[in-house]
């Protein structure tokens, strides 16, 4: 499994660097050909990972041109403070980072046919500016049912409905930007983001109201699939939206199959997985966090397991091997760090996480008992007044950055993710090597 990561993060490497067209795809077969006539099985397998990506490169991303004048299609959707997200462009991804400025609102996810008036590509960053032709509303139903119950439960602050809208659909159109910014500036943005957490949280809801009608263990399980494919579908998409959904599919599956779960496992095929449909998203700080996050908790809660049995405190030293595993990449993108950044997550964590623990529960029995929206509002509302104070607290207080920005950014980034495959490399094989001689 370890060769099948290190070959699909060559191949997102090699696809970076390589516009892929058709001629390339043709070339990297010619060598495929000669590599398995020859026997060379190694050189073939990753030969093979570069030719799966850059077909499927070739397929989902973009290679026209954008003049000035021609009219395309494209997939948006609202974001943060009045802006507006690109999904797609003519039905595909762009290689580059790209921000669209469009001559009308945008409220709903939306597909939309338009002409170029200006573009502008700088430093792997571009700028599409649309004149507006069509525009028709793609939001599925199940959306606007679920963004209209959050409202009804964060009744009573705005801040709330912000809050819970983004942790629980992925919607951050509703952040006041006073909000964010607190957030941002404590590190507690990850809170606001759909994750594993979020996923965790529909199965737990769902297994359970299931197992409760005395269902089948495989119907139980292929109902939760059912589910939890609805909830992503009608949540705004993202590189943590991605990853969650697709190692709950993997839990789902290993229960219904193996009654088994391997998380290590799991989490590799959800990176490779995700390289296929976007290799360029390798680049993305998002992505990054996602996964470096992901194997911190995965790799590290076994150490933490050892070496405290105090639930707290185990809580304590996860978060903060968490935190510093994620510095390199905050050090490297953004250029500073806060230096209270795993203090403040001492408390924004647990209270963040049973506000949206609470929101979705209600969320989820509103459907069938919705009297129980009047009993969770209050409750909600009051945990949210603590966690706004303590927010407020820590901005004013806490918020102590320092600056690291050097030519040598990217290299020791670099280098940091190659630290964490010799990490896993080596764990993965001493756990072999000891079940083995079990």
Known sequence: MNKVVLSATFSALFFAYFKCNIYLIIVLLIILGWTLLAKKWEFAFVILSVVIISVTSYVNYYTGSFEQGSYHTVSVEPSQAGKVRLLTFDGKRLRTMTQ????????????????????????????????????????????????????????????????L????????????????????????????????????????????????LQ????????????????????????????????????????????????????????????????????????????????????????????????????????????QMCLQPIFLATFKQMNIFGFLNNILLVPFGTLIITLGFVTLAFSTFIYPIVYIANPVILWIFKSFQFYLGFLTRFGKFTFTFDTPYNGIILWIFFILILIFMWYNDERDYNEEREV
Request: aromatic letters at 14%; proline letters at 2%; hydrophobic letters at 45%.
């Open 165 to 212: 809208q983004a942790a629980l659909l992925g919607d951050s159109q509703y952040l006041s930007k006073g909000f964010y910014q607190e957030m941002k500036d404590t590190n507690g943005l990850h809170l606001i983001t759909i994750s594993g957490m979020h996923v965790s949280m529909v199965l737990m809801v769902v297994i359970y109201f299931l197992s409760l």
């Open 100 to 163: 669209i400025q469009l001559d009308t609102e945008v409220t709903q996810k939306s597909k939309i046919y338009g002409m170029i008036e200006n573009y502008t590509s700088q430093n792997g960053f571009s700028k599409i500016t649309l004149h507006v032709i069509t525009q028709k509303d793609t939001s599925p139903l199940l959306r606007s049912f679920l963004t209209k119950r959050v409202e009804r439960i964060s009744q009573g602050s705005s801040d709330l409905n912000g809050f």
């Open 215 to 322: 269902l089948g263990y495989r119907t139980r399980y292929g109902i939760a699939l059912g589910v939890l494919t609805l909830y992503i579908l009608a949540v705004n998409f993202s590189v943590s939206v991605e990853r969650a959904y697709i190692m709950g599919v993997i839990f789902l599956i290993a229960k219904l199959l193996f009654s088994e779960y391997d998380a290590r496992k799991s989490l590799k095929i959800a990176y490779i997985l995700s390289l296929l449909i976007a290799p360029r998203d390798l680049f993305s700080p998002s992505y990054q966090l996602s996964y470096v996050a992901l194997f911190a908790i995965i790799y590290f809660y076994p150490y933490c397991l050892r070496l405290t049995k105090n639930g707290f405190l185990q809580f304590l030293l996860l978060s903060f091997i968490i």
